[in-house]
């Protein structure tokens, strides 16, 4: 089975404009996450999506969303970039809740 | 904010040691993970430990929950240089409905050979 995979894989972009990830999950996982990795906050939760729901959100301003698609594929766009949003992005893709998650290689944005 | 705390932050050792480190967190999980990440990229799938288990292993490692404590830790026993990588702690807290893990600031680990 493939892995979950993300694109792009590196990304430069300036401040105020915006970009959008995308995340491939596992084949037959409905539940994908994305997470912001940055060497002063840590790995933080941005948000879930279950069946083109999401269904948890974590504390990131509004400029940051998502969506997931009905063959579960998932996109996450930050507008107006900030200097901060500079980080690892990772997507990761569940078969069930509470299970384990797999996380893709992520996406490397920085922000000039 | 992150729940976790991790403890070491940094561990160096050598080649054949074994290696333990140790996560706290703050609220109620159904479930404990723990991650590898070898340099900026993505996080590996270790082990997962639930809320109604004490002990668990896979290969080489080992991982306790003391939910009493509201703590874990893992044991990596024989540690070889490809161990060298950081490792993460996350719980799956009660509270939360779906799948929202909250990490722990990572150990990073440096195996010499």
């Known amino acids: 089975k493939a892995g979950v995979t993300q694109t792009p894989r590196y990304l430069i972009k300036t401040r105020g404009q915006q970009v959008t990830l995308s995340c491939s999950p596992i084949s037959g996982h409905r539940s994908v996450s994305w997470y912001q990795q940055t060497p002063g906050q840590g790995l933080q939760f941005l948000f879930e999506y279950f069946s083109e729901t999401q269904r948890n959100k974590g504390n990131f301003p509004g400029r940051f969303s998502g969506r997931q698609f009905s063959n579960s594929r998932s996109e996450m766009n930050v507008s107006t970039l900030e200097l901060g949003d500079s980080a690892l992005y990772l997507c990761?893709?569940?078969?069930?809740?509470?299970?384990?998650?797999?996380f893709g290689p992520g996406t490397r944005l920085t922000v000039t | 904010s992150q729940q976790g705390e991790e403890d070491p932050q940094a561990l160096s050792i050598q080649e054949g040691e074994n290696a333990t480190m140790n996560c706290s967190y703050k609220t109620s999980i159904n479930n404990l993970q723990w991650y590898r990440q070898n340099s900026g990229r993505g996080l590996v799938h270790l082990i997962l430990?639930?809320?109604?288990?004490r002990e668990k292993h896979s290969g080489r490692l080992r991982v306790t929950l003391d939910t009493s404590k509201k703590s874990s830790s893992l044991l990596i026993t024989a540690s070889r240089a490809a161990d060298t990588a950081s490792y993460f702690c996350?719980?799956?807290?009660?509270?939360?409905?779906?799948?929202?893990?909250?990490f722990g600031g990572g150990t990073r680990v440096l195996v010499k050979p």
């Open positions: 430990i639930r809320s109604n288990e």
């Open positions: 990761a893709s569940s078969l069930v809740t509470g299970d384990e998650q797999y």
């Open positions: 996350a719980t799956d807290p009660i509270k939360a409905a779906g799948n929202k893990l909250t």
